[in-house]
């Protein structure tokens, strides 16, 4: 029997990969500071203090995960409250 490239089918038609989705959660530190709008050397300045987004290692590598980050935001995230509202404003 000869395989076909229509019986192989192409990735178009197999629809995602799924690790496309699971790539997009999990962020190298530079695609992390870019999320929180700070530069590499401040992630690994947070990092050695212990201050920065939850991290994990895969062997070598630091990763972070996009919820943990959006988490660390939240978190980490103040509203200013003016004990006189803004003039012209009752």
């Known amino acids: 029997m000869v395989i076909t490239d229509d019986m192989r089918g192409t990735a ?3 629809g995602p990969v799924q690790l ?3 790539q ?3 962020l190298n530190i ?3 500071a870019a999320l929180i709008g700070v530069t590499v050397a401040c992630m690994r300045k947070w990092k050695r203090q212990k201050r920065g ?3 994990f290692r895969a062997g070598k ?3 972070y995960r996009r919820p943990d980050i959006e988490n660390w935001i939240d978190q980490n995230s103040f ?3 003016s004990s006189q509202p803004p003039s012209g404003v009752m």
């Open 12 to 14: 178009e038609s197999r």
């Open 20 to 22: 496309e989705g699971l």
């Open 24 to 26: 997009k959660q999990v």
């Open 30 to 32: 530079n695609e992390a």
């Open 53 to 55: 987004p939850t991290y």
């Open 61 to 63: 590598l630091i990763r």
């Open 79 to 81: 509203v200013h409250q």
